[in-house]
């Protein structure tokens, strides 16, 4: 059965990225994230994490398509 949850620190994995940039994504709320337990440890669906990453994509693509590459 695949894990319904992930760590920050599987995002971080995943994403090829800091913690301190995971903890920005989610205070930011463009990466959405529950806290559970007694001591409030974030954990983030992974359907949410798709999500993001599906809204990257086409953030990308959209910068793309006016012109905006990013790329130096």
Not at 14 to 21: A, K, Y
Not at 24 to 40: D, F, N, T, W
């Amino acid at each position: 059965m695949d894990q319904r949850f992930l760590s920050l620190a599987d995002v971080t994995e995943i994403l090829q990225i800091t913690m301190s940039q995971a903890r920005a994504l989610v205070r930011s709320g463009e990466l959405r994230a529950i806290q559970i337990g007694g001591k409030g440890v974030w954990r983030v669906e992974n359907s949410e994490l798709e999500a993001y990453i599906e809204r990257m994509y086409a953030q990308t693509a959209d910068r793309l398509r006016s012109g905006d590459s990013g790329i130096d």
